[in-house]
C-alpha cells in the first residue's frame, strides 16, 4: 500500500471524529499507534507516516499529538494497549502489525475511528461488513501478505525445483499463525510437496528450528507473515546464510539485510505476486 494512500485513509477517520472527542482533546487531538512489534525495526515507516501526516498540515508536538504504544512481539500484550489508548480518549486509533492489533482496537471500542493495514480479507476476518461499505468504525487496506503466503511456496518450488522437502516457519501464537499453517499444508498437499512445520514463536525456538533443517533434509525455507518474523528479519536471513538454505520472505526489508539468495527470491516473489495487490 502506498504511504499517500494511507495518509489518505487517516485523513478521512479524521474529518469523522465526533464533535465530542474533538473537544475532549483541549490542546491538540491525539492519535493512538497500536503496533504488534517494537518502534526500532519499524522506526522508517513510522517516519513516512509523519512525513505523510506533514504533508497534509498535521505536525507531531505542533497541531498534533501521537501516543505510540509497541506490544514487542508479546501478542497477549495488545488488547491492553488497545484498551490503554481507549482510556486516553484519543480522537483515531490507527494499527499496524497485521490482524492482532486491528481485532484488539475493534475489541476495545466500538466508537473511535479504527484505520487499519492487514495481510487478508477484512471481510473474512470481521474487522468490515464489504470492502465497499465498512460501516462500523473501522476502515483500511488489505495489502495481501497474508493471502500470498501459498503463493510463495509455489515460487519457492519453481526457484528450487530440486528441493524435496520444505520448511515452513510459523508461529502458532500469531492470531493468523495457524490459519497460515493450514493453508500451507494444503498447498504443499496439492502440489505433492512434502511440507515440514517448525515452530518459531520465540527466539529460542527460531534458533532449534534453523538446528533442525539438516537433520530433517530441508532444502529450502518459507517464513510465514508474522510481525514477529519482522521484528526478527536480521536474525533470520544470518541464519538462512549460516545454514546455506535459499528462503523466501514477504517484505523487501529482508532482501535489503542479506545476499543474494533472499535477495533474489524476495524480489521475485514481489515481482511476480504485484498484479493481484490492488
Not at 481507549?86 to 475489541?107: D, F, L
Not at 462500523?136 to 524435496?164: C, H, W, Y
Not at 499463525?177 to 502440489?191: C, M, Y
Not at 517464513?223 to 523487501?252: C, E, G, K, M, N
Amino acid at each position: 500500500m502506498k504511504r499517500r494512500a494511507f495518509i489518505t485513509l487517516l485523513g478521512g477517520a479524521a474529518a469523522a471524529w465526533p464533535l465530542a472527542a474533538r473537544a475532549q482533546q483541549t490542546a491538540m487531538p491525539m492519535v493512538g499507534f497500536l503496533g504488534t512489534a517494537s518502534a526500532g525495526p519499524f522506526a522508517h515507516l513510522v517516519a513516512g507516516l509523519r512525513r505523510g501526516l506533514q504533508e497534509t498540515g498535521f505536525i507531531e508536538g505542533r497541531n498534533l499529538a501521537i501516543e505510540y504504544r509497541w506490544a514487542e512481539g508479546q501478542y497477549d500484550r495488545v488488547p491492553a494497549l488497545a484498551a490503554d489508548l481507549v482510556r486516553r480518549q484519543v480522537a483515531v486509533i490507527v494499527t499496524v502489525g497485521g490482524e492482532t492489533s486491528a481485532a484488539a482496537a475493534m475489541a476495545a471500542t466500538a466508537t473511535i475511528p479504527i484505520v487499519f493495514i492487514v495481510g487478508r480479507d477484512p471481510v473474512k476476518l470481521g474487522l468490515v461488513t464489504s470492502l465497499a461499505r465498512p460501516g462500523g468504525n473501522a476502515t483500511g487496506v488489505n495489502i495481501f501478505t497474508t493471502e500470498l503466503v501459498e503463493k510463495r511456496l509455489s515460487l519457492l518450488r519453481d526457484l528450487v525445483p530440486a528441493a524435496q522437502v520444505i520448511a515452513l516457519l510459523a508461529n502458532p501464537n500469531y492470531y493468523l499463525g495457524p490459519v497460515q499453517i493450514r493453508d500451507v499444508e494444503e498447498a504443499a498437499r496439492s502440489l505433492g510437496q512434502t511440507l515440514v512445520v517448525l515452530d518459531g514463536s520465540t527466539d529460542e525456538k527460531i534458533e532449534a528450528a534453523f538446528a533442525a533443517l539438516a537433520p530433517q533434509h530441508v532444502s529450502a525455507f518459507l517464513v510465514s507473515s508474522d510481525p514477529f518474523f519482522d521484528t526478527r528479519r536480521d536474525r533470520l536471513v544470518a541464519l538462512a546464510s549460516q545454514h546455506r538454505v535459499p528462503a523466501i520472505y514477504q517484505f523487501r526489508e529482508y532482501a535489503v539485510a542479506t545476499g543474494w539468495w533472499a535477495f533474489t527470491l524476495a524480489a521475485f516473489s514481489r515481482a511476480r505476486s504485484r498484479p493481484t495487490c490492488r
